[in-house]
Antibody, heavy 120, light 112 residues
Framework: QVQLVESGGGVVQSGRSLRLSCAAS????????IHWVRQAPGKGLEWVAL????????YCADSVQGRFTISRDPSKNTVYLQMNSLRAEDTAVYYC?????????????WGQGTLVTVSS | QSALTQPASVSGSPGQSITISCTGT?????????VSWYQQHPGKAPKLMIY???NRPSGVSNRFSGSKSGNTASLTISGLQAEDEAAYYC????????????FGGGTKLTVL
């Protein structure tokens, strides 16, 4: 069965870095775009980044552009989100999600999320 | 870019129908049939309920339906059940260069 498992969250001081991982299984990893979506406590969903199935295209939202980098390792079936210069407003549960495919940018499978808390 | 606009809350009694609206612009909802809807129960990950405006993934009840008119998409839930109580988010592809995916602010559905 399709599974996405996030890890790497935790408490970090403002200005520091953290790397999140999203381990995928149960499907052909190299065939799917992966998204990162976050949710601040008590707030709505915010799209953060995506990386194409083959890694040839990646993009981060304006709110994290220049601070966050998305990458993937096909040998480990894992997508990463490198988060630098973290700010209090980056505090959120971070979900990775599999794009359903077909260029429609919706996600049919989501991980359980990992909580990132940025303290000042 | 602002999020898509959804009502903060809606409510209905068991068996009734409710509709949640999602208003965007001609750069997102109005320009593409790439609107999706997600259900999220507290403490859980979102679940895809509708994709490409009106399509249901396998396993999603046919009580859930989607539609779109102009810049506004809608999710209708018929025959409300207690387990439908959750937050619902719409999402759309956007051609705004700073984003690819736009979410609505979310709507809390209360089943009375």
């Amino acid at each position: 069965q399709v599974q996405l498992v996030e890890s790497g969250g935790g408490v970090v001081q403002s200005g520091r870095s953290l790397r999140l991982s999203c381990a995928a299984s149960g499907f052909t990893f190299s065939s799917y775009t992966i998204h990162w979506v976050r949710q601040a406590p008590g707030k709505g969903l915010e799209w953060v980044a995506l990386i194409w199935h083959d890694g040839s295209y990646k993009y981060c939202a304006d709110s994290v552009q220049g601070r966050f980098t998305i990458s993937r390792d096909p040998s480990k079936n894992t997508v990463y989100l490198q988060m630098n210069s973290l700010r209090a407003e980056d505090t959120a549960v971070y979900y990775c999600a599999r794009d359903r495919g077909g260029g429609t940018f919706d996600s049919d499978y989501w991980g359980q999320g990992t909580l990132v808390t940025v303290s000042s | 870019q602002s999020a898509l606009t959804q009502p903060a809350s809606v409510s209905g009694s068991p068996g009734q129908s409710i509709t949640i609206s999602c208003t965007g612009t001609s750069s997102d909802v109005g320009d593409y049939n790439y609107v999706s809807w997600y259900q999220q129960h507290p403490g859980k990950a979102p679940k895809l309920m509708i994709y490409e405006v009106y399509n249901r993934p396998s396993g999603v009840s046919n009580r859930f339906s989607g539609s779109k008119s102009g810049n506004t998409a809608s999710l209708t839930i018929s025959g409300l059940q207690a387990e439908d109580e959750a937050a619902y988010y719409c999402s759309s592809y956007t051609r705004t260069i700073s984003l690819h995916v736009l979410f609505g602010g979310g709507t809390k559905l209360t089943v009375l």
